[in-house]
């Protein structure tokens, strides 16, 4: 699920059914210490995450 406007909402479903909700602002430029608290809260590393935007 994807809602946007000033910020992108999404949820990471994991393969065990259990979610986690993700909040990411929906501007040109994410400050360094935003993206780290996105990749804790989603699990993820700091390379995975920049993999998945630009693909």
């Known amino acids: 699920m994807v ?7 999404m949820r990471r479903i994991y393969e065990d059914g259990t979610e986690t909700p993700l909040t990411m602002p929906n501007h040109p430029r994410i400050k360094g210490s935003t993206l780290r608290t996105i990749c804790t809260q989603a699990g993820i590393s700091r390379d995975e995450f920049l993999k998945a935007y630009y693909d």
Do not use: K, Q, T
């Open 3 to 9: 809602e946007e406007a000033e910020h992108v909402a």
